[in-house]
């Protein structure tokens, strides 16, 4: 019996299960540029661009291949613009009644798929993503029953499966984790390769003009418009880190740059996602790069601890706590978005930096993400809502089910420790020491209180203040609130005179 291939747009790769399912001679595959998918969130537009150009270049791909493509544009006259009504139209024009897809990675669009499974006179297989290390289930199966769920014994149940980074059953160098080696501040005489970049082919320049026209009051830059979009581009892009950057990735993993905004990371968080490049390649090549001899151990640890570790793990704890995780909010924190996070306007030049270069290239890297712009909203109380709809909208590598346990769970602590045993808070030490942002500030790391006080000291302070009642009993926080009740009771009512005059001042009216 033929079928409809329902592929979703992050779901790029030939052996997508539902291809290896299907049958070339017989089904038909479609894909589908909707509205419903690129504005739920006002998607930057690089983003929305890169993932159309992709859409396209992979049925393409398909077309050459042998497979019948069904592709349906944004401005296609009769586009509903949504995956039901465009999955009951495909049926009907090709006399279909039965779909065949591939488990979605987000929990709402599953929900859409399973209501038609219930209501539908179609009948619908959703066949497991095995484009991961770990199934959904098997993460399941291995949270069961724990009382903490930590990154860190994750990784290394699935280093002994797959056999990546060990010896004999135990790690090679005889350590898990190599992430001490990994904090060195940033050396200007260590140059930075530029990162591989692709000038826009035909399909591109179409889809860029569309982007200009129909999403163009959508966040970001446009231009220029250098992301791969083909599947050999983006391992290009892969090949490139491995040779050029990986032998430094992990010494300079947490540095910050001004005017570096990729560093030495890899930037194929956009192709994994999306399925141009799969998890495997990405740590295979780093093993075999270590086994060369042409990278060091705690590089290539560092690198794979990312993808085996933590992609893998933010992935399984998000379906094990979807729906309620996106609810979460258990520090109560309820401040709304500052301008700035749009409009990149604000003295403080770590938050201008990273929000100008997340703007011009919809793409910051982790420490920006987590002890910049992360650090500050958890300081300010910014509500998870709205900072998880910013980060979700803003980076071309953003889907909810790797966005949300790092926003929710990494940065804002909302889910109260199901992700990380205490909050990352940070004051201005921590930027001051492995960026060189403070140097050409308005405001001093060094000042604690005062017009050039930065507002990450003083606000590091009042949040553990304000939220002492449910962070004190944290063993991991002992030491800091011994500090806090050292300091006297005119410099904590300083602190937080000068926190609040400065949150009011971002708080838009
Ligand atoms: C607040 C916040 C929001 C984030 N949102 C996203 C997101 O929407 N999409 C996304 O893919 N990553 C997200 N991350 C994780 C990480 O910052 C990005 O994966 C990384 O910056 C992408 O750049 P890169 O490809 O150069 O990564 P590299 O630093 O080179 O790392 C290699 C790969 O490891 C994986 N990885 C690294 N860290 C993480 C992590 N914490 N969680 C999951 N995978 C990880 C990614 O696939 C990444 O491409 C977020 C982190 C934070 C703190
Ligand atoms: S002084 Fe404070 S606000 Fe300015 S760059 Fe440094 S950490 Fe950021």
């Known amino acids: 019996m033929s079928a409809l291939i329902l592929v979703m747009g992050d779901q790029l790769s030939f052996d997508i299960p539902a291809l290896k399912a299907g049958n070339k001679q017989n089904d038909i595959v479609l894909l589908a540029e909707l509205r419903e998918e690129a504005g739920y969130v006002r998607h930057h537009k690089k983003k929305i ?14 077309r050459t291949a042998g497979w019948q493509v069904d592709y349906i544009k944004l401005t296609d006259k009769d586009n509903t613009h949504s995956f039901t009504s465009e999955a009951e139209r495909a049926l009907r024009r090709h006399q279909l009644d039965k779909i065949i897809t591939t488990h979605p990675s987000e929990y709402r669009v599953l ?20 484009r991961f290390y770990s199934s959904i289930d098997a993460f399941a199966e291995w949270a069961e029953g724990r009382k903490q769920l930590r990154m860190e014994f994750f990784y290394r149940e699935l280093r002994r499966q797959t056999d990546i980074l060990m010896q004999g059953g135990a790690p090679i160098g005889r350590q898990w984790n ?12 260590v140059p930075v390769p530029a990162p591989t970049r692709f000038a826009p082919d035909a399909i591109t320049k179409e889809v860029c003009q569309l982007v200009e026209t129909e999403f163009a009051d959508h966040y970001g830059d446009l231009y220029p418009f250098s992301f791969a979009t083909t599947h050999a581009q983006a391992e290009e892009v892969l090949q490139q880190f491995i040779t050029e950057r990986l032998v430094n990735f992990g010494s300079y993993q947490d540095a910050m740059r001004t005017g570096e905004p990729f560093m030495f990371h890899s930037h194929i968080g956009f192709y994994l996602n ?22 060091p151990l705690h590089s290539v640890e560092g690198f794979i601890r990312q993808i085996l570790g933590w992609r893998e793990f933010v992935r399984g704890l998000y379906w094990l706590k979807m729906p309620a995780y996106r609810e979460m909010n258990f520090l109560e924190a309820d401040r709304p978005l500052p301008d700035f996070f749009w409009d990149c306007q604000t003295e403080m030049n770590c ?11 919809a793409y910051a890297h982790h420490i920006q993400r987590l002890m910049v712009i992360g650090n500050f909203s958890l300081l300010a109380g910014l509500s998870p809502a709205a900072v998880n709809d910013w980060y ?9 089910w790797v966005e949300l346990p790092n926003v929710t769970g990494m940065v804002l602590f909302a889910d109260g420790g199901i992700l990380a045993s205490k909050p990352y808070a940070a004051g201005s030490a921590y930027i001051d020491r492995m960026s060189d942002y403070c140097a050409n500030c308005r405001y001093s790391p060094k000042e604690k209180t005062g017009d050039r006080a930065c507002p990450f000291g003083y606000l590091y302070w009042d949040f553990l203040g304000r939220q002492e009642e449910k962070l004190r009993g944290n063993p991991r926080l002992g030491m800091i609130y011994r ?3 050292k300091m006297s009771a005119e410099k904590k009512q300083q602190i937080s005179v000068q926190s609040q005059a400065f949150l009011d001042s971002i708080t838009p009216s």
Not at 283 to 292: K, N, P, S
Not at 392 to 400: G, K, N, Q
């Open 49 to 62: 661009a890169f993932l159309f150009s992709a859409m396209r270049h992979f049925a393409e791909a398909l």
């Open 111 to 130: 929900q859409n798929i399973t209501h038609w499974r219930e209501q539908a006179d179609f009948s619908v297989d959703i066949l497991e993503d095995d």
């Open 178 to 189: 190599y992430d001490s080696d990994n904090r060195k501040p940033p050396d200007k005489s």
């Open 274 to 295: 999306c399925g141009l490049l799969s998890p495997t390649q990405a740590v295979e090549a780093a093993h075999t790069a270590y086994h060369r001899g042409d990278a």
């Open 351 to 361: 938050l201008h930096q990273c929000f100008s270069e997340t703007r011009k290239y």
């Open 392 to 400: 979700l909208s803003v980076y071309a590598d953003a889907y909810e």
């Open 483 to 485: 500090s806090l009740d």
